[in-house]
């Protein structure tokens, strides 16, 4: 991949920090392309983080300093991401098209419509979605938004301070995603209608591409790993630390397991099927429910007021994002690739190896002009070669213990077709062994994460009259053997392992090859991170 932001640092950490995990991964670009020069996995230290809430800034910048020097990373320069159901906001929505300045004063009081939280306390920006197949008679046009409350965006920042990394810009996990397994990608997926599903510990989130765009940020899905693990916990008598360690081993799909399902029931006689507990994309968007109708704005606690036409509209999402006089900074929301504004506040020494830099404020940015605060000029990035970074120490490689991931699907194999929404779970079959009640265990989980999949995308068929053309999974649960097999037999269209790595050459001391494919699903958050300002 060659260079096309003569702006962009020579070297980034890429940091995607989530509640089970911390991944790390150092790009470094250039005459002759972009490289991964260093990854790394640790575990997420107990109570430093509680419902997707960081509570132990300095306890978490520790553990990634810590990581980071495991992984032989020197870099400094870092873009991260941030992410959290309460805390986040990522929605496409409709307003009247207009032009560029007229739409940047036109967000501001769209803020107040679509999230539910104080507008007063929170970053965001946004950008406009410009569809090859989009209407240009059509009287509306798409945006893509995106809010983070205030409070998530400065204890992250931090978290990044604690471990000694200078913060230039914070991104969503969608965009980063979309950037190693789409934007990179040499099987023609930048031109494709593609979904991007993150498996993580406690929540699991689809984004779907159109031509390299998000096009549809699905709210969070209600399955997740840790659900996999409950089960295995309850099932086998577990602690979950110890089911944690059993899924990884023994967790797998038996795709001739499953015994014939209960045949379904005269919904003209007697009703749907009866559930003991519907599911999160049920209970949140279900029939009665405009949550999902990402147009539908948030109730607001207390009316509010239009901008008035004569200008006396007082933004309150404008202005320093950081009230210490020791560091203020600009718009801390950066989710494109556009050079952060410098600060206004003095600079700080992060590394006595490197120049010291400007305090260089995370900018929250969708890229573009659209969103972005008017701010000085940004220092230029020295990309020479007069004073390159020391040469990472040979480290020993890393003992995070993964499964085997489930093997890649052709991208011509047929799907088979999905199985109906509402179908009762299949009875699995337990065949006496480890395997085999572990499977016994997660079957029903299986079942309702395909179901929670289906739906979602159903909705965006049904909005966009689109069918995503494959699906890539990532995060640690998509290292299930076979769950790529299953989703793709359940969901009809075909669905592949993210594997990042296979787009970029690595050269990482101390990381075998082996290891490097172990923990490639997990890599695409960080790696895209990383890249961020290293491609077009």
């Known amino acids: 991949?060659?260079?096309?932001?003569?702006?962009?640092?020579?070297?980034?950490?890429?940091?995607?920090?989530?509640?089970?995990?911390?991944?790390?991964?150092?790009?470094?670009?250039?005459?002759?392309?972009?490289?991964?020069?260093?990854?790394?996995?640790?575990?997420?230290?107990?109570?430093?983080?509680?419902?997707?809430?960081?509570?132990?800034?300095?306890?978490?910048?520790?553990?990634?300093?810590?990581?980071?020097?495991?992984?032989?990373?020197?870099?400094?320069?870092?873009?991260?991401?941030?992410?959290?159901?309460?805390?986040?906001?990522?929605?496409?929505?409709?307003?009247?098209?207009?032009?560029?300045?007229?739409?940047?004063?036109?967000?501001?009081?769209?803020?107040?419509?679509?999230?539910?939280?104080?507008?007063?306390?929170?970053?965001?920006?946004?950008?406009?979605?410009?569809?090859?197949?989009?209407?240009?008679?059509?009287?509306?046009?798409?945006?893509?938004?995106?809010?983070?409350?205030?409070?998530?965006?400065?204890?992250?920042?931090?978290?990044?301070?604690?471990?000694?990394?200078?913060?230039?810009?914070?991104?969503?996990?969608?965009?980063?995603?979309?950037?190693?397994?789409?934007?990179?990608?040499?099987?023609?997926?930048?031109?494709?209608?593609?979904?991007?599903?993150?498996?993580?510990?406690?929540?699991?989130?689809?984004?779907?591409?159109?031509?390299?765009l998000l096009a549809f940020p699905s709210p969070p899905l209600g399955v997740a790993g840790v659900n996999f693990t409950r089960e295995i916990s309850e099932a086998l008598g577990q602690t979950l630390d110890q089911a944690e360690v059993t899924k990884r081993e023994f967790a797998a799909v038996n795709l001739d397991g499953f015994a014939a399902a209960a045949p379904e029931p005269d919904t003209t006689t007697q009703g749907p099927a009866p559930a003991d507990e519907p599911t999160a994309f049920a209970t949140a968007f279900g029939p009665g429910s405009s949550t999902f109708d990402l147009d539908e704005p948030v109730a607001a606690s207390e009316p509010s007021t239009p901008p008035a036409a004569t200008g006396d509209y007082t933004s309150t999402i404008d202005g320093p994002v950081f009230d210490s006089p020791d560091l203020a900074m600009g718009p801390a929301f950066d989710l494109g690739g556009d050079e952060p504004a410098a600060p206004a506040g003095p600079s700080f020494d992060l590394d006595a190896q490197e120049p010291a830099a400007p305090a260089m404020g995370p900018t929250f940015d969708l890229g573009g002009d659209f969103g972005d605060e008017p701010g000085p000029a940004a220092p230029a990035f020295d990309l020479s070669d007069d004073e390159p970074e020391p040469p990472a120490e040979e480290v020993a490689e890393p003992s995070f213990d993964l499964s085997d991931a489930g093997s890649e699907l052709d991208h011509g194999q047929q799907a088979e077709a999905a199985t109906p929404v509402g179908q009762p779970a299949p009875m699995p079959v337990d065949d006496g062994s480890t395997e085999g009640q572990v499977f016994q265990a997660i079957s029903g989980v299986l079942v309702d994460l395909a179901n929670e999949l289906r739906m979602s995308i159903e909705y965006y068929v049904n909005r966009y009259s689109k069918t995503p053309e494959r699906l890539y999974i990532c995060g640690g649960t998509a290292k299930i053997a076979k769950l790529d097999e299953f989703l793709t037999r359940e969901l009809g269209i075909p669905v592949v392992v993210a594997d990042p790595i296979k787009n970029l050459p690595v050269v990482a001391p101390g990381v075998s090859p082996q290891y490097l494919n172990e923990i490639s699903p997990l890599l695409p958050v960080c790696i895209g991170l990383a890249i961020r300002d290293m491609i077009g």
């Open 1 to 212: 991949m060659s260079p096309s932001r003569k702006s962009a640092p020579s070297a980034v950490v890429g940091l995607d920090i989530g509640t089970d995990s911390i991944k790390v991964a150092e790009a470094k670009i250039a005459k002759d392309g972009i490289t991964i020069t260093g990854v790394g996995i640790a575990r997420t230290p107990q109570g430093v983080i509680e419902n997707e809430v960081i509570v132990d800034p300095v306890g978490l910048g520790n553990a990634i300093k810590a990581l980071l020097a495991e992984s032989g990373i020197k870099t400094k320069k870092c873009v991260s991401s941030v992410s959290g159901a309460s805390q986040v906001v990522v929605r496409v929505i409709s307003v009247p098209k207009m032009k560029r300045e007229e739409l940047a004063e036109t967000m501001k009081w769209e803020v107040e419509r679509h999230v539910p939280f104080s507008p007063q306390e929170v970053v965001m920006d946004f950008q406009p979605l410009d569809k090859p197949s989009q209407d240009p008679d059509a009287p509306e046009m798409e945006v893509l938004l995106a809010v983070a409350q205030q409070q998530l965006i400065d204890s992250h920042v931090e978290a990044l301070l604690a471990a000694g990394l200078q913060p230039m810009a914070i991104d969503i996990e969608p965009l980063a995603a979309s950037r190693s397994l789409i934007d990179l990608s040499q099987n023609g997926a930048m031109g494709e209608t593609v979904g991007i599903v993150n498996i993580g510990s406690t929540r699991t989130d689809l984004g779907v591409f159109e031509n390299g």
